[in-house]
C-alpha cells in the first residue's frame, strides 16, 4: 500500500472532523473561529503531505474536450496497459486502425520523474440531469495526479509541460494522415495510406542511412533552428530517371517521419497570389512536394507546358464550347514564375509556422536554374539512379525474401554491363504464379537484362553505323568541295 493511501482515509477522517467544527463554529466568536480554522489546516497539511490536482474532461464549454485531458490520456496509455488490472479499449482512426488501451474509471497508475513517484487515477462524478423529462445520468471523468508536496516545483514546472508535450505528440503519431492535392488554389485531402519504408526502398545502405539520419535531425532540431535563428524548414531536391524511386523515397519519407504530404501541382495555380495562399495553408508537420519542377515552371518565368498548348491547339476559330472546357480545366492566366516561387521560399515561407520539408523532383537536374537549387533553398541534393547489385538485393529481400540464390553471381554481372530501373527490375520480380516462385521471377530478371544489353548493342552499333555514315557523306561533301575548287583554280 502506498503511504499516499494511508493517508487518504485519515484527510477524509480530519475533512468530517472540519465539518463537525464547521456546525459548531458559529456559536464561537469570531477570533477564536479564525485561529482555530487556521490551526487546523496546517495540521491537515502537516499531517496529509500529498497534493492533488485536478483535470476534468470537460471545462468551460460543456462540449469543449479540454486539450489537457486528451494529452494525459494519451500519455498514460502505456502505463495503463502494463500497470492497470481494468481496461478500456478503443480503435485508433490511424492508418494501421491499432488498438488502444486505456485505464477503466477508478483504476490507478503509477509514474516516476527524475526520481520522483507521482500517481494518476481516472475518476467519475456522476450527476442526473433534471432539465429532460427523463432524468438522465450525467458522467464527469477527471484524471487526479498526486506526489508529495516537497516535488510541487518540479511536478508544476517541468513534469507537466513534459507529459503534456508527450501526449500531444503521441497524440501526432497516431492520428491519421492525410494527402493533400491542390484543384486550383483549394486544398482537398484524403487519408494518406502509401506503405512505402525507408526499409522496402532499394539504395545503397550508406546512402539511406544517411538520409534516415538527415530527417531524424531535422525533426528533433526544434531547439537548435530557434537557437540560430533560422526557419525550422529543410528543402530536398530528388533527383534521377523515371522509376528510380522518387516518388516512392517521399512516402517513405512522410510515414517515417508521421508527416502530412501537399502534393502541390503547379500547373493548376494561376498565379503567386494564389501559390502563395495555398502554401501558407499547409500545416507544419507536413511535406511539401512539387514534382517533376522542370516541366511545371519554366525557367524564364513563363509555363512552359501553355506554351506548348498554344502550339498544339493551333486553330483559333474552334468551337466555342470545347474552348470553354479547356478553360475550365486550366486556369486562363496561369503565371506562376520561378522568382514567385523563390521569393516564397525565402520570405513569407520562413514567417509560417515551422517543421516543414519542401521537396521538387526533376528528371533533369541539368535543366534547372541554379537559384532554385542553390544551398539554403535547396538543403541536400538526392541522386537516385539506376538499380545496383546492392539495391537489387534489397528488392530481392523484399520481393522474394531470399538474401542470395545461385543465380545471383549472373546477375551481378549483368548489372555491371546495363543499366536497369529500380522499378523495372521490381517488375520481374512480382510473382509470376501463385504461390509466386523465386526462380521464375529471377530468370524473368535475367532475360530482361539480356534482351536490354541485346537491345542496348543493337542501338550502339545503329548509332555508330549512322555516325559512318554522316562521315562518309561529310567527307564525300568535301572531296566534292575541293574538286570544285582545284577546277576554278585550274581555270
Ligand atoms: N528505389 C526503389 N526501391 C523500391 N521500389 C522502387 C524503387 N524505385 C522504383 N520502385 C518501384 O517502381 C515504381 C515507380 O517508382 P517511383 O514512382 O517512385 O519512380 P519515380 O522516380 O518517382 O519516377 P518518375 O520520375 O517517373 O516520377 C514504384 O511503385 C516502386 O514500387
Ligand atoms: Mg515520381
Known amino acids: 500500500m502506498a503511504a499516499k493511501d494511508f493517508f487518504t482515509p485519515l484527510g477524509s477522517i480530519i475533512a468530517s472532523l472540519m ?11 469570531y477570533e477564536l473561529r479564525s485561529h482555530v480554522e487556521k490551526y487546523s489546516k496546517r495540521l491537515v497539511t502537516l499531517i496529509y503531505p500529498y497534493i492533488q490536482i485536478t483535470f476534468h ?10 486539450e489537457a485531458y486528451s494529452a494525459i490520456e494519451n500519455y498514460l496509455s502505456s502505463k495503463s496497459s502494463t500497470q492497470a488490472k481494468r481496461l478500456k479499449a478503443d480503435i485508433v482512426r490511424n492508418s494501421n486502425q491499432s488498438l488502444v488501451l486505456s485505464m477503466d474509471d477508478h483504476e490507478e497508475v503509477s509514474d516516476e520523474f527524475e526520481g520522483i513517484k507521482l500517481w494518476w487515477s481516472l475518476g467519475k462524478n456522476i450527476t442526473k440531469s433534471q432539465v429532460s423529462f427523463y432524468p438522465a445520468t450525467d458522467e464527469k471523468r477527471y484524471y487526479k495526479l498526486t506526489f508529495h508536496k516537497r516535488y510541487r516545483e518540479k511536478v508544476l514546472d517541468s513534469y507537466l509541460a513534459s507529459v503534456l508535450k508527450e501526449g500531444k505528440a503521441i497524440k501526432v503519431r497516431n492520428r491519421m494522415r492525410k494527402l493533400y492535392t491542390n484543384n486550383g ?60 524511386g522518387k516518388s516512392t523515397m517521399i512516402a517513405a519519407m512522410a510515414n517515417l517521419l508521421g508527416y502530412d504530404l501537399y502534393d502541390l501541382e503547379l500547373t493548376a495555380v494561376r498565379d503567386n497570389t494564389e501559390l502563395r495562399k495555398l502554401l501558407i495553408e499547409t500545416s507544419s508537420k507536413s511535406i511539401i512536394v512539387i514534382e517533376d519542377i522542370d516541366c511545371s515552371l519554366d525557367l524564364t518565368g513563363q509555363r512552359t507546358n501553355k506554351k506548348k498548348e498554344k502550339v498544339e491547339d493551333g486553330d483559333e476559330n474552334k468551337d466555342p464550347r470545347q474552348k470553354l472546357v479547356k478553360e475550365e480545366r486550366e486556369p486562363k492566366n496561369s503565371q506562376v514564375t520561378l522568382s514567385g516561387l523563390l521569393n516564397f521560399i525565402d520570405g513569407l515561407w520562413s514567417a509560417c509556422g515551422g517543421e516543414r520539408l519542401i521537396v521538387f523532383t526533376t528528371n533533369h537536374i541539368e535543366k534547372l536554374d541554379p ?68 526462380e ?22 545503329k548509332e555508330a553505323q549512322e555516325q559512318e555514315q554522316e562521315q562518309e557523306v561529310k567527307s564525300e561533301i568535301k572531296m566534292q568541295q575541293n574538286s570544285v575548287k582545284e577546277n576554278g583554280d585550274v581555270k
Open 440 to 461: 521464375v521471377s529471377l530468370r524473368s530478371l535475367i532475360q530482361g537484362l539480356e534482351l536490354a544489353k541485346e537491345e542496348a548493342k543493337v542501338k550502339a552499333e
Open 57 to 66: 474532461e470537460f471545462t468551460g464549454e460543456r462540449f469543449m474536450r479540454s
Open 185 to 244: 488554389s483549394m486544398w482537398s485531402h484524403v487519408v494518406f495510406e502509401h506503405p512505402a519504408t525507408f526499409q522496402t526502398l532499394a539504395m545503397e545502405p550508406e546512402k539511406k542511412q544517411e538520409i534516415i539520419e538527415d530527417l531524424i535531425t531535422f525533426s528533433k532540431a526544434e531547439d537548435f533552428y530557434a537557437r540560430i535563428g533560422r526557419a525550422w524548414k529543410r528543402g530536398y531536391l530528388l533527383y534521377g530517371p523515371p522509376g528510380t
Open 19 to 29: 465539518f463537525f467544527w464547521a456546525m459548531f463554529q458559529q456559536y464561537f466568536p
Open 371 to 438: 537559384a532554385l537549387i542553390r544551398k539554403g533553398r535547396m538543403d541536400k541534393h538526392i541522386e537516385l539512379s539506376y538499380c545496383s547489385f546492392v539495391a537489387f538485393k534489397a528488392l530481392a529481400k523484399n520481393y522474394l525474401h531470399i538474401e542470395s540464390h545461385e543465380l545471383f553471381e549472373r546477375i551481378d554481372e549483368l548489372f555491371g554491363e546495363i543499366k536497369m530501373t529500380p522499378a523495372d527490375v521490381a517488375e520481374h520480380l512480382m510473382p509470376k504464379t501463385v504461390p509466386g516462385d523465386v
